[in-house]
């Protein structure tokens, strides 16, 4: 099949301009672009056609060529050198072409038009500040200010990093585009600009405060709000309160998180509370009352069971922690740790040998788990 004539595949004439002829091959390769035309399978031989077209018209020798010998003088070497390293122009640099239309095919996913990924002031970095709080904290919570080293914006030069507050210029690298393209072979590569560190900016005159960086170290202090029920690992964010931006660039985040201390009285579950209260062996044996702590400071009336043995919890409902979200409080579990008595004297000696004499039919626990010792040791000899 006989090629088409570039300029037919263009839609120009011969006299188009260069830049005629640029803007109808963009034209051309919206429309025909294989990504947009997954229906059309014939998209992407007329998208190849149209960048073969523009390959050899965008350059005025290979155009004047063209013009005096059409497609002859890329076939057998005519023309002085032919198509792009002297083959044929559809098989040349494909990237080249296509770089000079890169932008307007996909500005609208990389930032916009002319963007080139630019970042003219970057956000500021996110900080974590770990702050411990007592059981009693984190029961009624509390307003608490803490002290953040951090970067915050320079007044010198209001952010922007130029003395006085001067505007900075365009980076002349990467023309503001914050990024340079290098041709290896058939592919071309973008890579951050190193003269501008990808901001497509550049200061001719940095600011003596922050050196050019429109922020500076500087201690905060900032005042929190702990709300009551915090546990360890909760965190808190503060917008914009973490280090200032680059130039001016938006604020990162500050989070706060919470590391409860452990109570010498309370053991903590969620919401619940254990509290673990020793009574003497004669107060589980014949009962009474106790008087127990709360964790609000205040104190709680327990009447113990006649009978008491170690590890019996007694529920005092709403006497625990509050939710962190609403939704009312935790309870308080007691339990009781019967305490064996230590340093006898002979007369408390002689009173236990003649308790434990008069006690056999007390001890329902130790009758029962001896009589299946003895019936196991039975067992085993028949």
């Given at each position: 099949?006989?090629?088409?004539?570039?300029?037919?595949?263009?839609?120009?004439?011969?006299?188009?301009?260069?830049?005629?002829i640029?803007?109808?091959y963009?034209?051309?390769?919206?429309?025909?672009?294989?990504?947009?035309n997954?229906?059309?399978?014939?998209?992407?031989?007329?998208?190849?056609?149209?960048?073969?077209?523009?390959?050899?018209?965008?350059?005025?020798?290979?155009?004047?060529?063209?013009?005096?010998?059409?497609?002859?003088?890329?076939?057998?070497?005519?023309?002085?050198?032919?198509?792009?390293?002297?083959?044929?122009?559809g098989?040349?640099?494909?990237?080249s072409?296509?770089s000079?239309?890169?932008?307007?095919?996909?500005g609208?996913?990389?930032?916009?038009?002319?963007?080139?990924?630019?970042?003219?002031?970057?956000?500021?970095?996110?900080?974590r500040?770990?702050?411990?709080?007592?059981?009693?904290?984190?029961?009624?919570?509390?307003?608490?200010?803490?002290?953040?080293?951090?970067?915050?914006?320079?007044?010198?030069?209001?952010?922007?990093?130029?003395?006085?507050?001067a505007?900075?210029?365009?980076?002349?690298?990467?023309?503001?585009?914050?990024?340079?393209r290098?041709?290896?072979g058939?592919f071309?590569?973008?890579?951050?600009c190193?003269?501008?560190s990808?901001?497509?900016q550049?200061?001719?005159?940095p600011?003596?405060?922050?050196?050019?960086?429109?922020?500076?170290?500087?201690?905060?202090?900032?005042?929190?709000?702990?709300?009551?029920?915090?546990?360890t690992?909760?965190?808190?964010?503060?917008?914009g309160e973490?280090?200032?931006?680059?130039?001016?660039?938006?604020?990162?985040?500050?989070?706060?998180?919470?590391?409860?201390?452990?109570?010498?009285?309370?053991e903590?579950?969620?919401?619940?509370?254990?509290?673990?209260?020793?009574?003497?062996?004669?107060?589980?044996?014949?009962?009474?009352?106790?008087?127990?702590?709360?964790?609000?400071?205040?104190?709680?009336?327990?009447?113990?069971?006649?009978?008491?043995?170690?590890?019996?919890?007694?529920?005092?409902?709403?006497?625990?922690?509050?939710?962190?979200?609403?939704?009312?409080?935790?309870?308080?579990?007691?339990?009781?740790?019967?305490?064996?008595?230590?340093?006898?004297?002979?007369?408390?000696?002689?009173?236990?040998?003649?308790?434990?004499?008069?006690?056999e039919?007390?001890?329902?626990?130790?009758?029962?788990?001896?009589?299946?010792?003895?019936?196991?040791?039975d067992?085993?000899?028949?």
């Amino acid at each position: 099949m006989a090629k088409r004539d570039f300029y037919e595949v263009l839609g120009v004439g011969k006299g188009a301009s260069a830049d005629e002829i640029k803007k109808a091959y963009r034209q051309k390769a919206k429309e025909f672009h294989p990504d947009r035309n997954a229906d059309n399978p014939e998209a992407e031989s007329q998208f190849k056609e149209a960048n073969e077209a523009y390959e050899v018209l965008k350059d005025a020798e290979k155009k004047a060529a063209y013009d005096r010998f059409g497609h002859a003088a890329f076939e057998g070497g005519m023309g002085g050198g032919g198509g792009p390293r002297g083959g044929h122009p559809g098989q040349g640099d494909f990237a080249s072409a296509f770089s000079d239309v890169f932008d307007d095919l996909f500005g609208d996913f990389m930032g916009g038009r002319g963007g080139g990924g630019r970042q003219r002031a970057s956000r500021g970095a996110d900080l974590r500040y770990n702050l411990r709080v007592t059981l009693e904290e984190a029961y009624s919570g509390l307003q608490k200010t803490i002290t953040v080293p951090t970067s915050v914006q320079c007044d010198a030069c209001e952010g922007s990093g130029a003395e006085g507050g001067a505007e900075p210029t365009t980076c002349p690298t990467c023309s503001g585009m914050g990024k340079v393209r290098a041709q290896q072979g058939f592919f071309t590569v973008e890579r951050t600009c190193p003269t501008c560190s990808g901001l497509g900016q550049i200061i001719k005159n940095p600011c003596k405060s922050c050196g050019g960086q429109g922020r500076i170290e500087k201690e905060r202090a900032l005042s929190v709000n702990i709300p009551a029920g915090v546990e360890t690992g909760t965190r808190i964010r503060l917008a914009g309160e973490g280090e200032a931006g680059m130039r001016g660039g938006p604020a990162g985040d500050l989070y706060i998180f919470i590391e409860v201390s452990k109570h010498p009285l309370f053991e903590r579950e969620g919401s619940n509370l254990f509290c673990r209260v020793p009574v003497s062996m004669a107060s589980a044996a014949l009962g009474g009352d106790i008087e127990v702590p709360t964790i609000d400071g205040g104190r709680s009336r327990v009447k113990i069971p006649a009978g008491s043995q170690s590890g019996r919890q007694m529920r005092l409902r709403n006497k625990g922690m509050p939710a962190l979200r609403g939704g009312g409080a935790g309870d308080m579990f007691i339990e009781l740790a019967v305490e064996t008595p230590v340093n006898l004297t002979s007369r408390q000696k002689e009173l236990l040998r003649e308790f434990e004499e008069l006690s056999e039919e007390n001890n329902p626990e130790s009758s029962s788990f001896f009589k299946s010792v003895k019936n196991f040791w039975d067992s085993m000899k028949g």
